[in-house]
């Protein structure tokens, strides 16, 4: 196979990035996406110029550290993360356009590296239950449905790539943290702290940058682990009936 | 009450506003309709006209249409706001490459489609409401009862063929509005579950066809003397 | 060197509990004047700078990734093994610990094995409290799987992704951590060495991954969480980012290397489709449970998938149920890898490279209904699908044996330090409770085992002995090292010579796979031994890093992690020449039985190789830990 890319190019942070233009004529249907970008660096190199910085790390589609904005769709024409996204996706002489993840609240590192700490920060302003190590009840003491459980697993099953902010529009990131406020919305465990939770991390997630959700969509539909909108309809009860009720509290996280 | 400046000017305070004068905007849509659907009326404006004549004397009436003015401006508003931080948040660089495929066109144009009816309202607003509170509309006699004959007024500009026409694109915007709007606003307040998610979606899109549809047969109707 | 492994005297079940007693404590109120690094935010790293923080000490976290969450203990699949007995068919604490002990070959401590499965049962209760996510039974109460070969239902999971949820678990749990400022978190940031001040492990040397700026950092102690180093294979499940670095720096500053040669071969991974392959791609060990394993019996060169359905049952070789009729598929993952080796040595291997053998679900889904079949294994055989394009529902998966785990490691005792007073290691960094050999769902318990249970005993017994006090970044002991470091990075920069870093990292790991991978020998070893000594002097005469050194570069960074395997290769090498018996995953073609089985010589070789270095091009020198069995009896392990 043969294909054209056109990768954005920048240097750093506080550089002015471009598209450059390459040809990739050693394409194999069988190689990943990133696999491609290898042979690409490699040829690169061999010319003596800088290869293409992207990150990645499993390459099997779970540490969520992958991104690109391939041809319009975070992660590809596929649902799945870049890594597991194979150069059979595409067409022979097709020209493949990629891009980082555009938001503010991703400010771009260099070429398609972005610094996605903000979703740390947003799990750090609540996105835990408060047990310290030890001294915790049996792990049967609870029973829990498992229709929940399950519920619950399918929203803690997000990897925090954060394609739901590249595709929204908006570079909203609820998608994502109602992905964690359901979690532990849902199980006995978070309950304690439900309320709290809810109204740091939302304050956190706005604290960040990241735009609102207009319902669009466009989030569930790029989500490479199927993470459902449902999850943000019960962040927005969470939030609400949380802001209603409950005692005043303190930006900023900590104890 | 700090802690409600707070909730106000978080982004799920602010889309809950959005939401809520939604809501109440769509209710105040079917109830505009029954009475505009009078003008189909063939008693030469009568039952039309009485209504009107009820509609601006009527004390409770015209309470609630104070509010619907701060809900509908409230409504341009917030999302305003929503708007300028959403495009704040995408940052600087725009995608070069862009697919639409995965989400519907209203909901990506709610902006623009919103902008659209606001205009229609001032325009509308100008040429019947403005007129029937301060302009000079002529009175007709009913039983021996004056009331404003704003049927005329109406018979006046549906004749014209291009006041049709803007009439007709601006509820074809608010078809599309309501679309996504009607849903969206459910999925805003929370109300999501698998059980009810195929009626409200149903509901939705039944009243965003049904409702511009029947706005706009009034016009084309008037305009052809049906 | 004398080793003394410090496990208690007195009886296997009271050593921990004994121990605990007699460890100085630290007092509450002087916890926070100590200061402890961990280097890494996998499994054992988060969950010991969570659980530290939590008792008070100020802790520094480091990791290369750009999250804590991006560590590679997010890939584990299958579960997690614990002695709960849940299930009621006969598992115990004790049963745990034997599984254990007989499954590494009886290559690892008694006493540490039974601590491990004696703190499996809190892990869990620990996990559930922090919100994982773990399968159910309708009635509310915890699902258990048998997993991996086990003959109890032991191990918890989440899906196929358990890992996940208890290192998103861990996670949360250090957010909770950094949140109250207890712990101090370095995203993207690079330990390159660690720092001894009188003796003891005072600091370490990072480099800013982003900026390229060398740091000192100093504390009372450093733990060292770094994971396995795999990837000296270049081809293999780890992460691309998974490295020896931290470990193997502090091996050159004199912590011992225990084991090296212990390699994780894993049976069931996808194969490599060409030399474009950057890695290589696991599916779940549980596949086993309900998929048969075989290859055409007369040999079919390039056999596809969608042809082998014609193949009759009577010309197929289910050669893992032929030769071990009572264990069949389920064998363990060493014997379960070598025989796919062999048959295909044979020229019975299948797919266009002949390196596979078929998994094949076709009689349980005739059995069980294609429903249950995707219920188990759904995103596994959705995931075989995307990256071979194969559908594993119309024909066999083809699957081949890739490097996955090391249980060697920095040598350490029973407190988890090494013999660098203040240096510990933790997780799969260590030489590990897993003897020659792992068990499925035993990764996931060690390395919490490590992090929540064991660490914060045994660290208050050194930190309490030491006084509190602080050494300064300027003492000539972190300055000497951060100049060696900064003219390392250069003169990688300077060698601008004609071969891409990759290229020498896929020579290596070539190497590796074809002498000292699945089957090792004499000869073999030798000649890699002189093979990778004359691709390290090449590297360091003809390996070219572009860029500069401050800023983000990749190359660099791979670069740094390159050079440090290739002197690791040679280490595994040397351990596996000298460890001349077949055990665990550790085979030597020298020391098998008539029908080709892995042969122990308990007599000659029932010890830890913990391996000495003797400075650069210097040949290491071995010190032997004699392993001492008390309670259980040295059998030769058996699936016939």
């Known amino acids: ?229 449902t999850n943000i309809a019960r962040m927005n009860r969470e939030y609400y009936s949380s802001v209603i009720s409950s005692y005043e509290w303190q930006v900023g996280g900590g104890e | 009450m700090a802690w409600f400046t707070k909730f106000l000017s978080s982004t799920l305070g602010r889309k809950l506003l959005v939401a809520l004068t939604g809501i109440f905007l769509i209710l105040f849509l079917a109830v505009h309709l029954a009475g505009n659907l009078q003008l189909l009326k063939d008693d030469g404006g009568k039952s039309f006209n009485i209504y009107a004549e009820f509609m601006s004397t009527n004390g409770l009436v015209q309470f609630i249409s104070k509010g619907n003015f701060a809900f509908i401006l409230l409504h341009a508003v917030v999302a305003l706001l929503l708007t300028v931080k959403n495009r704040n948040a995408r940052g600087t660089e725009r995608y070069a490459v862009s697919s639409s495929k995965s989400s519907i066109w209203a909901s990506r144009n709610m902006g623009i489609l919103g902008t659209i009816i606001l205009l229609f309202i001032v325009i509308h607003l100008k040429d019947f409401w403005a007129q029937m509170h301060f302009g000079a509309v002529p009175v007709v006699d009913y039983d021996g009862k004056q009331v404003r004959d704003l049927a005329s007024l109406v018979d006046l500009w549906f004749a014209k063929a291009w006041y049709v026409g803007v009439y007709v694109f601006c509820m074809g915007a608010l078809a599309f509005h309501l679309w996504h709007g009607f849903e969206s606003a459910f999925q805003t307040l929370g109300l999501n579950h698998l059980k009810y998610n195929a009626v409200i979606s149903f509901v939705g899109r039944a009243f965003a066809i049904i409702v511009p549809l029947l706005f706009a047969l009034i016009p084309i109707a008037m305009f052809f003397d049906f | 060197m004398k080793l003394d492994s410090k496990i208690p005297e007195g009886p296997l079940a009271e050593k921990w509990t004994k121990h605990k007693f007699n460890l100085k404590l630290v007092n509450p109120a002087n916890k926070r004047k100590y200061d402890v690094i961990i280097v890494g935010t996998g499994l054992a790293g988060a969950s010991a700078a969570a659980s530290l923080a939590e008792l008070g000490y100020n802790v520094k976290a480091f990791c290369f990734q750009d999250s804590p969450r991006r560590a590679h203990s997010i890939a584990a699949q299958g579960g997690i093994n614990a002695a709960k007995n849940y299930q009621n068919d006969g598992d115990s604490i004790y049963r745990l610990f034997y599984d254990t002990i007989k499954g590494g070959d009886y290559r690892a401590r008694e006493g540490n094995v039974y601590r491990l499965a004696e703190v499996s049962v809190s892990i869990i209760d620990q996990c559930v409290a922090q919100g994982v996510p773990f399968a159910r039974e309708y009635g509310g109460l ?142 779940s060990e549980s596949l086993r449970n309900d998929g048969r394993v075989w290859v055409p019996k007369v040999a079919r060169p390039g056999l596809r998938a969608a042809d082998a359905v014609n193949i009759p049952e009577s010309e197929r070789d289910y050669f893992l149920e032929r030769r071990y009729p009572s264990f069949g598929n389920l064998v363990p993952r060493d014997v379960a890898s070598r025989n796919a080796k062999m048959v295909c040595d044979e020229g019975k291997g299948v797919g266009p490279t002949g390196l596979a053998v078929f998994l094949d679900f076709t009689d349980a889904i005739k059995r069980d209904g294609k429903k249950t079949i995707e219920a188990k294994y759904g995103n596994l055989f959705d995931m075989y699908q995307q990256i071979t394009g194969d559908n594993p529902y119309e024909a066999p998966m083809m699957i081949f044996p890739a490097v996955h785990y090391t249980m060697g490691g920095l040598w350490v005792d029973y407190n988890l330090m090494t013999n660098v007073p203040g240096l510990y290691a933790l997780g799969e960094a260590n030489f590990s409770d897993h003897g020659a050999n792992r068990l499925g769902a035993s990764a996931l318990m060690q390395g919490l085992a490590d992090g929540y249970f064991v660490i914060p005993y045994t660290i208050g017994d050194y930190l309490a002995g030491m006084s509190n006090e602080k050494v300064s970044i300027d003492r000539p002991e972190f300055q000497e090292a951060i100049k060696q470091t900064s003219e390392r990075i250069n003169k990688l920069l300077t060698i601008k010579g004609k071969k891409t870093v990759d290229e020498f990292h896929r020579e290596l790991g070539l190497t590796m796979w074809e002498y000292c991978g ?98 650069d091009n210097q040949q290491a020198v071995l010190h032997k830990e004699p392993l001492v069995f008390e309670n259980v009896k040295l059998t030769q392990r058996s699936y016939k």
């Open chain 3, 518 to 615: 699945m089957s090792r020998n004499e000869q073999g070893l030798k000649t890699a031994k002189k093979k990778i000594q004359e691709i390290k002097a090449e590297f360091w005469s003809n390996v070219n890093v572009l860029g500069s050194g401050n800023e983000l570069n990749m190359e660099l960074e791979k670069a740094n992690r390159v050079a440090d395997f290739i002197e690791l290769g040679e280490l595994m090498v040397d351990d596996a020449l000298s460890r001349s018996e077949s055990c665990g995953g550790h085979f030597r073609e020298e020391s098998a039985t008539e029908d080709g089985e892995a042969r122990r010589k308990d007599d000659e070789f029932t010890y830890v190789s913990a391996w000495e270095y003797k400075g």
């Open chain 3, 142 to 283: 915890l699902s258990n799987r048998s997993f991996g070969g086990a003959q109890v239902s032991r191990t918890f999971y989440a899906r196929g992704q358990t890992g996940q949820q208890l290192l998103l678990g861990a996670y949360s749990a250090m957010n909770r951590q950094i949140a109250n400022g207890k712990v101090k978190m370095y995203n993207r940031t690079e330990m390159l060495d660690v720092v001894l001040v009188d003796g003891k492990a005072r600091g370490i040397i990072t480099r800013d991954l982003l900026t390229g700026k060398i740091e000192a950092h100093s504390a009372h102690a450093v733990l060292l969480c770094t994971g396995g180093y795999g990837n000296v294979f270049y081809l293999s499940t780890n992460a691309k980012g998974s490295n020896v670095t931290a470990a193997w720096r502090a091996h050159k500053k004199g912590a011992l290397f225990g084991n090296p040669c212990y390699t994780q071969i894993h049976p069931t991974c996808i194969p490599v489709s060409g030399d474009h392959q950057s890695k290589l791609t696991l599916m």
């Open chain 1, 1 to 229: 196979m043969k294909v054209t890319l056109k990768i954005w190019r920048q240097k750093g942070s506080n550089d002015k990035g471009s598209f450059k233009t390459y040809q990739h004529d050693h394409v194999s249907p069988d190689m990943s996406f990133l696999e491609m970008l290898d042979v690409l660096n490699t040829d690169l190199i061999k010319k003596g110029e800088d290869p293409v910085h992207f990150d990645h790390d499993c390459r099997e589609g779970i540490c969520g550290m992958c991104s690109l904005y391939i041809n319009g769709h975070p992660h590809g024409p596929l649902q799945t993360t870049t890594c597991q996204l194979h150069m059979r996706s595409f067409k022979d002489g097709e020209t493949i356009t990629i891009e980082p993840w555009r938001a503010k609240a991703f400010p771009v590192i260099k070429d398609l590296v972005v610094d996605r700490t903000a979703f740390d920060r947003i799990q750090q302003a609540g996105g835990y239950v408060s047990v310290n190590t030890g001294g915790v009840p049996d792990a049967n003491e609870i029973p829990i449905p498992k229709k929940i459980a399950d519920e619950a697993f399918d929203a803690a099953t997000c990897i925090g790539c954060g394609a739901c902010v590249a595709a929204c529009k908006n570079a909203s990131a609820m998608l994502f943290v109602s992905a964690k406020i359901s979690q532990f919305a849902l199980l006995p465990q978070g309950k304690p702290e439900r309320k709290e939770r809810a109204e740091r991390m939302v304050a956190q997630m706005d604290a960040e940058g990241f735009g609102a959700c207009t319902n669009t969509k466009a989030c569930e539909a790029e989500c490479p682990k199927g993470i459902s909108v």
